[in-house]
């Protein structure tokens, strides 16, 4: 599975961004999928995941009510919604693949996108 992440950018604090991420391959649909961030000086850091079906959706804390992750099978796509976005969102987020249900952590990953930089001014 080959993945490419886009859609980030600048926006003021408050505003929304909506992250795309394209997978390649026909066995797309049989893998959960994820996004993670990471912030200058940090570590890589867990956001949200989607299982194969989408029917199960997993969050971290910080983002619980203004994040939405999402995907298409038919279209080879996985979305984050991000509203109400903060300072402290500013990052680079990365979408990513894993075999393993509600996987939240990176290790549990196999395939990674690019990155795509969001930055929230304040």
């Known amino acids: 599975v080959q993945l490419q992440a886009s859609g980030g950018g600048l926006v003021q604090a408050g505003g929304s961004l909506r992250l795309s991420c394209a997978a390649s391959g026909r066995t797309f649909s049989s893998y959960g999928m994820g996004w993670f961030r990471q912030a200058p000086g940090k570590e890589r850091e867990f956001v949200a995941t989607i299982s194969w079906s989408g029917g199960t959706t997993y969050y971290v804390d910080s983002v619980k009510g203004r994040f939405t992750i999402s995907r298409d099978n038919a279209k080879n796509m996985v979305y984050l919604q991000m509203n109400s976005l903060k300072p402290e969102d500013t990052a680079v987020y990365y979408c990513?693949?894993?075999?393993?249900?509600?996987?939240?952590?990176?290790?549990?990953?196999?395939?990674w996108g690019q990155g795509t930089q969001v930055t929230v001014s304040s």
């Open positions: 990513a693949a894993t075999t393993r249900n509600r996987a939240t952590v990176s290790v549990l990953y196999d395939y």
